[in-house]
């Protein structure tokens, strides 16, 4: 792996490009989350796929898909981050998240499963948290069934998992998110099997966009409160989504969301994660560094 460029602040993002297996690239990030410094929180942010298939409307991460990064092409982004910080392999980090989710759906390579197996012999990180977003792809149920035996064997307790939602309403999903996926009694019927007693709840993501509807009624009728929880984000200005006039629901100007108070008292645990303005101007947004790149 030979890193050609990078970009970012120390204090909340860098991000860096990579050129891999014949000349191939993809983009990985570390980031912490002010105020709060690096031995407290830090994340690193791994792509999975030399681009992605599915091509969601807002994301630029699905530029030019080129196949599946091995195992070890995706351990050598969390060797390069971690040798960086900590030579020794000692990760020294109360919350050390590694997230399979920056350029590439994770669910279509199996090796993201054998990395998430290896990472504790990889490193001393007491603090280690393995992240999967997925969108839940339709023909992946053997990469979920794996997943949920490593995660009852290996990380009880010590596993973050969310499913990349968006809207309630099926067809505006299905634009948004153009492959076949999971519906929601499927994702229900699983994160019921995922969650157990003192785990972290299931996150339901909702990248929200202006137009893009969040009705409580319809996710109570297949996610308990007691075991999901939603989580939304503002729609990052990507060039796919200014391509597809896309706006974001979530400024940060605006204080009061009536969404956010109709699903609190639905009884949902609601996290608004809007992150840092200046992530807009790095450019740590998925595949939007590497698309200004090329």
């Known amino acids: 792996m030979k890193i050609v460029a990078k970009v970012g602040r120390e204090d909340i993002a860098m991000v860096y490009i990579a050129e891999m297996n014949k000349g191939k690239k993809i983009e990985f990030v570390e980031s912490v989350q002010p ?18 298939p599915v091509r969601c409307r807002f994301c630029d991460a699905g530029d030019d ?22 030579p020794e392999r000692k990760v020294s980090v ?15 390579n199996q090796d993201v499963l054998d990395v998430i197996m290896e990472l504790p012999n990889l490193y001393n990180a007491p603090g280690l948290i393995p992240c999967i977003s997925t969108i839940a792809p339709e023909g992946t149920d053997g990469f979920f069934e794996r997943l949920l035996d490593i995660k009852k064997r290996y990380y009880r307790e010590k596993f973050q998992f969310q499913f990349s939602i968006h809207t309630t309403d099926m067809e505006l999903r299905d634009w948004l998110v153009p492959v076949k996926k999971w519906d929601f009694r499927k994702m229900a019927e699983y994160g019921n099997l995922f969650y157990e007693r003192g785990d972290r709840k299931i996150a339901l993501n909702f990248a929200l966009a202006d137009g893009m509807p969040v009705e409580p009624d319809i996710l109570l009728h297949h996610f308990s409160p007691d075991k999901f929880l939603i989580k939304i984000t503002p729609v990052n200005p990507t060039y796919q989504a200014t391509k597809n006039k896309i706006s ?35 450019g740590s947004n998925c595949g939007q560094y590497i698309t200004n790149y090329k």
């Open 35 to 52: 105020p709060l410094p690096r031995e407290k929180k830090w994340v690193l942010i791994l792509s999975t796929l030399y681009g992605c």
């Open 65 to 86: 898909f080129q196949g599946k990064l091995s195992k070890d092409e995706i351990i050598s982004q969390i060797d390069y981050l971690v040798r960086m910080r900590f």
């Open 94 to 108: 109360e919350k050390f998240k590694v997230q399979f989710a920056r350029m590439g759906e994770p669910a279509f």
């Open 248 to 282: 974001s629901y979530i400024l940060p100007e605006k204080k009061e969301y009536p969404v956010i108070d109709a699903l609190s008292e639905a009884g949902y645990e609601v996290l608004l994660s809007i992150g840092e303005l200046e992530e807009n101007y790095i």
